[in-house]
């Protein structure tokens, strides 16, 4: 396998999120990654990379997940967010102000050139601060991506883009989830674009992967499939929900699997093969799995009850359907395990895929 590491990863470090009315310490942090590399250098799976990807194929392949003007917004927000006060250097941009999408509220495309109106357009939370080094990060992570599906579509058997910060919550024009480039949609897309005629989005995370949902919901040709926590208590809130099917072309080419907190493997490998059994019938090329660890029994924001062995199964369970597979690293907030969590999928999957 594989292994595409954006060694960029930690110019993104946020100091502090909103939770609830305080401010936090944040969750998503450079460790998280750095406990994967040392795992990996334990128990190592394949070669470390660092993507080759030119700044003009990269830009390219962005524009075909995410809005021009969100890009060159993300691209300038530091810039903007220091001109807005010179103290702000010292602190993460995080939103404070919102336009709420009704007709009768406000305008979603107000001309707005306050930053802090131009920050509640693009972000859905106050819980993803953004940095100096957000785009840097996260651009780089792209590239991981991106040379991930190259991989594939050169006919590797597996990839892993290992970056942060994560995707899966990024949508057309909006961040939040801790997510500001939806590298497992951007996967999926180059994989259409090089030549595969169906791709499948198979989401493990903890939290329902509300982006890469609304990126490809009026599309037949990505099946977008995600096992979660149930919307009703738990974040993102308002989207994944088992009656979203897609729209349009894209109808019934959506699967959504909320299970209940507490729920433990027993109950989630049933959603697993619910799943499975859709993407069996869906006929796919690829499969690009947003691999999130936050389903392990001690993250600390999440609420399933899996265990460190239970990941060896998934990867296992992965594997046996036999398609090219694409890994992009998302959720897992449980840092002292995450890389011993990963690397068992990671290792289960190599298992399966030789057995």
């Given at each position: 396998?594989?292994?595409?590491?954006?060694?960029?990863?930690a110019?993104?470090?946020?100091?502090?999120?909103?939770?609830?009315?305080?401010?936090v310490?944040?969750?998503?942090?450079?460790?998280?990654?750095?406990?994967?590399?040392?795992?990996?250098?334990?128990r190592?799976?394949?070669e470390l990379?660092?993507?080759?990807v030119?700044?003009?194929t990269?830009?390219a392949?962005l524009?075909?997940?995410?809005?021009?003007?969100?890009?060159?917004?993300?691209?300038?927000?530091?810039q903007?967010?220091?001109?807005?006060?010179p103290?702000?250097?010292q602190?993460?941009?995080?939103?404070?102000?919102?336009?709420?999408?009704h007709?009768?509220?406000?305008?979603?495309?107000?001309?707005?050139?306050?930053?802090a109106a131009?920050?509640?357009q693009?972000?859905?939370?106050?819980g993803?601060?953004l940095?100096?080094g957000?785009?840097?990060?996260?651009?780089?992570?792209?590239?991981?991506?991106?040379a991930?599906a190259?991989?594939?579509?050169?006919?590797?058997?597996?990839?892993f883009?290992?970056?942060?910060?994560?995707g899966?919550?990024?949508?057309p024009d909006?961040?939040?989830?801790?997510c500001?480039?939806?590298?497992?949609a951007?996967?999926?897309q180059?994989?259409?674009?090089?030549?595969?005629e169906?791709?499948?989005?198979?989401?493990?995370?903890?939290?329902?992967?509300?982006?890469?949902?609304?990126?490809?919901?009026?599309?037949?040709?990505?099946?977008?499939?995600?096992l979660?926590?149930?919307?009703?208590t738990?974040y993102?809130?308002?989207?994944g929900?088992?009656d979203e099917r897609g729209?349009?072309a894209?109808?019934?080419?959506?699967?959504?699997?909320?299970?209940?907190?507490?729920?433990?493997?027993?109950?989630w490998s049933?959603?697993?093969?619910?799943?499975?059994?859709?993407?069996r019938?869906?006929?796919?090329?690829?499969?690009v799995?947003?691999?999130?660890?936050?389903?392990?029994?001690?993250?600390?924001?999440?609420?399933?009850?899996?265990?460190?062995?239970?990941?060896?199964?998934?990867?296992?369970?992965?594997?046996?359907?036999?398609?090219?597979?694409?890994?992009?690293?998302?959720?897992?907030y449980?840092v002292?395990?995450?890389?011993?969590?990963?690397v068992?999928?990671?290792?289960?999957?190599?298992?399966?895929?030789?057995?």
């Amino acid at each position: 396998m594989k292994i595409f590491h954006n060694s960029l990863h930690a110019a993104h470090a946020g100091r502090q999120e909103m939770f609830r009315g305080r401010m936090v310490p944040s969750h998503e942090l450079p460790e998280r990654l750095e406990h994967v590399l040392a795992e990996l250098a334990r128990r190592p799976l394949g070669e470390l990379l660092e993507p080759a990807v030119d700044d003009a194929t990269l830009q390219a392949a962005l524009l075909r997940v995410h809005s021009g003007a969100y890009l060159e917004f993300l691209q300038g927000a530091w810039q903007a967010w220091v001109a807005l006060d010179p103290d702000n250097a010292q602190r993460d941009a995080l939103p404070s102000v919102w336009p709420l999408g009704h007709r009768h509220a406000f305008r979603m495309d107000a001309p707005t050139r306050h930053f802090a109106a131009r920050l509640g357009q693009h972000a859905f939370d106050a819980g993803t601060p953004l940095t100096a080094g957000t785009w840097t990060a996260a651009r780089a992570g792209a590239a991981c991506a991106l040379a991930a599906a190259r991989e594939l579509l050169a006919g590797g058997r597996a990839a892993f883009a290992l970056t942060r910060p994560p995707g899966h919550h990024a949508g057309p024009d909006y961040f939040g989830g801790y997510c500001f480039l939806n590298n497992a949609a951007l996967a999926a897309q180059a994989l259409r674009d090089g030549g595969c005629e169906r791709v499948a989005v198979l989401d493990v995370d903890y939290h329902h992967g509300n982006g890469t949902q609304t990126l490809f919901y009026e599309r037949a040709d990505v099946l977008t499939l995600s096992l979660h926590g149930d919307p009703a208590t738990e974040y993102p809130y308002f989207l994944g929900f088992a009656d979203e099917r897609g729209a349009g072309a894209g109808q019934g080419f959506n699967l959504n699997l909320p299970l209940p907190r507490g729920s433990g493997f027993e109950a989630w490998s049933e959603a697993l093969e619910r799943a499975l059994a859709e993407l069996r019938g869906f006929g796919a090329q690829a499969l690009v799995v947003p691999m999130g660890l936050d389903t392990f029994v001690g993250d600390p924001i999440s609420g399933f009850t899996l265990r460190g062995e239970d990941f060896l199964r998934i990867g296992e369970r992965l594997a046996r359907i036999g398609l090219p597979t694409l890994f992009t690293f998302e959720g897992g907030y449980a840092v002292a395990e995450l890389g011993v969590n990963a690397v068992n999928l990671l290792q289960g999957f190599e298992a399966g895929a030789g057995s």
